[in-house]
């Protein structure tokens, strides 16, 4: 490999910042430790790359995650060796899971203690290989520009995802005065961003036989940014759309043809439309089984055309007639230079929309208790749909996937295919960061809440005026859900018969903080929402609430209970 003399000696450790600083990199999420001390000196006075001092590393993960996926930008988070690194672990499956470009450097002990039960040592190549898009461990000091550079180009290309680089101390720490070569050179990984025009072509010819056409929007399309081709194409011919969680945003909630997200929580109209449509057109979802819960009957007797970026997901689950391995915007470019037959949708998009107008979601109001979903609405009209919502998971996720009025794409930040609790405060943190002009609001429960709370501390120490809405019904809401509904009402550990003051642990990090426990004055409560300050909102909600409709697992899309119908 060429070699590149430096004007004077560097050590790894500013090798790491020069290369990130130089690949645009300007913010680093990590918390330090024994393995990872050069490191962190030379950050003490390194310009032009801010350091955010998580207090958790999976703080750091997840603060990583919700900047990379509100911007678009890679998210960087810096931890030790040993419990440090195990400690990021579930930040690093969760961006694995949601495609997620993130680089994740965990510091190791020095090479020569490798592999001998070290002080605070980890396998942790052998620990993330399997929740990884890749991952390196660093042997030599003059490696490091090279091998970050790569990891950077992994990360960040064909699908998305997250890539670790393991640092030995020694590595970090020693000084060279050449670096090796840092040309790119991957002859087994070209992704396909260019799909095929001919398999596109014939996705619009089919268009001309087939009467009931539905058009399925994931993450794909918020990732490539190409909301706008989208909407443009499901308009030229008038297909109705339905997304997944993380495709939410994809197109506006408030265009005609969008019936809603589909699936376990997912619209009347939105699922009534999976189960009789006879040409799926899928953009970017990988048909996950939250939104095809049962494959064996989903989409069983239509044509499926399936558009993404990762070929090992086409036909995974579902059969797919017509394939196209390809970036999702550049897709929806093509399709729209293609002439468009003569098609006429107008019978199959009454009946869609006749679906959307007698089984919308709704909710009973009540006398005692604030209602979640009548919240999140007023708080959409107080933001004006335009501030990028980040939840937790659980009830409150789903409740925030129905009924917030998105606009564009990145606009929803949340954990979708890991599912884990604890993402949502570190996320909306990482989200602010990246987007200090918009308005973030998380919504968390109060079982995710005690997770991750303690990175409340970064809210006044880094300026990050997020805004916390609480829902605390005392229990872990979905869990219980499912032991109402099929495990006979036995609410087995997911009950809380004690819970800290909320309002106390707001006010002991410093932060603005109100507790709403009156349905009748919630609106009025609301607008201090709007104030520019970090806050938490703890909003008390019924124990019994429970997220309508539902396919439960293993059902069809069109087997939903709790659907309420208009008179």
Do not use: C
């Not at 506006?252 to 939105?270: C, I, R, T």
């Not at 006749?354 to 919308?360: F, I, V």
């Amino acid at each position: 490999m060429k070699q590149i003399k430096l004007e004077t000696p560097k050590s790894g450790s500013q090798l790491v910042l020069d290369t990130l600083k130089n690949l645009g990199v300007d913010t680093i999420f990590g918390y330090p430790g024994g393995a990872v001390l050069p490191l962190y000196d030379a950050i003490y006075d390194y310009e032009g790359i801010q350091h955010i001092l998580a207090r958790h590393e999976q703080g750091a993960t997840h603060e990583a995650e919700g900047y990379a996926k509100s911007s678009g930008k890679l998210g960087v988070a810096l931890v030790t060796s040993g419990p440090g690194a195990t400690n990021a672990i579930t930040g690093i499956a969760d961006a694995n899971a949601d495609s997620v470009p993130m680089l994740v450097f965990t510091g190791q002990v020095a090479t020569p203690g490798i592999g001998k039960d070290a002080f605070q040592e980890a396998d942790i190549i052998g620990v993330t290989m399997p929740i990884t898009k890749y991952n390196y461990q660093i042997r030599e000091t003059q490696d490091i520009p090279h091998v970050i550079t790569e990891a950077v180009h992994i990360a960040t290309t064909g699908r998305p995802g997250p890539v670790v680089i393991d640092l030995p101390k020694d590595v970090a720490a020693q000084e060279v005065d050449y670096i090796n070569d840092v040309t790119i050179d991957l002859p087994s990984y070209n992704p396909t961003v260019e799909p095929n025009a001919k398999q596109l072509k014939k996705i619009v010819e089919l268009l001309a036989k087939k009467k009931r056409p539905l058009i399925l929007v994931g993450g794909g399309v918020n990732y490539s940014n190409g909301n706008l081709a989208l909407a443009q194409f499901a308009e030229r011919y008038q297909i109705p759309v339905v997304s997944s969680l993380l495709g939410l945003g994809a197109i506006p909630v408030e265009n005609p043809l969008f019936l809603g997200m589909g699936g376990m929580h997912g619209s009347y109209a939105a699922n009534m439309a999976l189960a009789e449509t006879d040409y799926l057109i899928n953009f970017g979802s990988r048909f996950d089984d939250r939104l095809a819960s049962n494959p064996s009957l989903f989409l069983k007797e239509a044509t499926v055309a399936h558009i993404d970026i990762d070929p090992a997901e086409i036909g995974k689950i579902v059969k797919t007639h017509l394939p196209v391995v390809g970036d999702a915007k550049r897709a929806l470019e093509i399709l729209l230079e293609i002439e468009a037959p003569t098609t006429n949708f107008s019978k199959w998009l009454e009946q869609v929309q006749d679906n959307a107008q007698r089984a919308p979601y709704s909710y009973e109001p009540e006398v005692d208790y604030n209602k979640p979903q009548e919240v999140i609405k007023l708080i959409g009209e107080l933001t004006n749909g335009d501030a990028i919502i980040v939840t937790d998971v659980g009830q409150h996720q789903m409740w925030a996937a129905q009924w917030y009025p998105y606009k564009s794409n990145r606009q929803l930040i949340t954990s979708g295919g890991l599912g884990t609790m604890g993402f949502g405060i570190p996320a909306a943190i990482g989200a602010k960061l990246a987007n200090p002009d918009k308005e973030v609001i998380v919504f968390v429960g109060d079982g995710g809440f005690q997770m991750t709370n303690q990175e409340l501390a970064i809210l006044n120490g880094y300026h990050v005026p997020i805004k916390v809405v609480l829902f605390n019904n005392h229990s872990l809401g979905m869990v219980r859900q499912w032991q109402e509904k099929f495990y006979e009402e036995r609410r087995s550990q997911s009950v809380f018969d004690f819970e800290p003051d909320f309002q106390l642990l707001a006010e002991a990090y410093g932060l603005k903080h109100d507790k709403f426990l009156n349905p009748q004055t919630i609106a009025e409560d609301l607008k201090v929402i709007t104030e520019n300050v970090p806050m938490v909102l703890e909003v008390g909600i019924s124990r019994e609430e429970q997220v309508y409709p539902m396919v439960p697992a293993g059902w069809h899309n069109d087997q939903m209970l709790g659907v309420k119908f208009n008179a």
